[in-house]
């Protein structure tokens, strides 16, 4: 099986970006010190001044390389140039095109691409762009869920799609330990991206009520009721006794037409949090955190307590070692 690490990062292990702002510098830098490939989450809205501190900041926590996470949903140009001319060491898109400029553009700066796509057409597109590597994101995914496919399936289509191509394929959804980490390399991929694993981190900047959700249940959903106004996406949910009771919500009812609950900073933006909004609490989060979206993937039931980061990695690289030993030689 693949066992190595990706572009150049000792394990193929990638903490995905986590938005809005919950994989901040202290969990990006810890992903880095371990080995791992740490993905800052860049704000929706352009402000690349910010986003150099952020970088900035994480590179005062890791002399370690690291990347930043872009959804091209929204206004992005001004922070990819920041990015770019920062020469972080990976530019992680998502929800939009993966076009051959901007792989042109960043390989130029010397930083390489790395795209998540939820399909195979997705994926054949992507490839053609030049990218470095491919997340694949199945179903099982927490947070905003790009297709419609499980991981199993869909990720040895990616990777026969790849074929003799020097594009690592990672996994993304639903993967949450050891053995996870394996059954992926079994079906081709070269690593694996963790979103909910890290959101339930010591250094994730996600609230505390919503890290302790994440080990306490163990069910998600697939759905649309959150952020429908700003991002009318599917998103894989906690299934939290608030979203529970929350039943059917008609196509007209949004965010938009709901009371504040809350208030958060994001970014160093002070929002209002109205209740189905789509942002998850983060530690700045006042209010009734409990009515708040919290995404989570299938794996969430296999997490059992809030960790550091490192040691996330450390189970994870030295679990997986050890199963192929007793498992698979
Ligand atoms: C709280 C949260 C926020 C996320 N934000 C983003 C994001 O901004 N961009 C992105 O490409 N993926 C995002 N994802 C998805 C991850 O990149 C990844 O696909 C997913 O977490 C993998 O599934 P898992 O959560 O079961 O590990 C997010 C996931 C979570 C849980």
Known sequence: MGWKGILGFEYGIVQGPLGPDISGPELVAAVA?????GLLRAPDWESPDYLRELIR??????????????????PHEENIKAILKEKVAVLQISWGECSKEL??????AGVKVVPQVGSFEEARKTIEAGVDAIIVQGR???????????IISLLPRVFDLVGDRDIPVIAAGGIADARGY????????????LGTRFVASLESYAHPTYKRKLVELNETEYTDVFGRARWPAPERVLQTPFFNKLGTIPANEN???????????IHGTEKEVR????????????????SMAMYAGEGTGLIKEIVPAGEIIKRLAEGAQLLIQKQFN
């Open 33 to 37: 010190n371990a080995g791992g490939l």
């Open 57 to 74: 900041k994480t590179r005062a926590l890791t002399d370690k390389p690291f990347g930043v996470g872009v959804v091209l949903e929204f």
């Open 103 to 108: 792989v042109h553009d960043a390989h130029s």
């Open 140 to 150: 099982e995914a927490g947070g905003h869920v790009l297709g419609q496919d499980g």
């Open 182 to 193: 394996v059954a992926a390399l079994a079906l081709g991929a070269q690593g694996v991206c």
């Open 255 to 265: 965010e938009l037409n709901q009371p504040v609950i809350g208030h958060s900073t």
């Open 275 to 290: 209740r189905l909004a789509g942002t998850v609490p983060n530690a700045s989060t006042t209010g009734d955190i409990e």
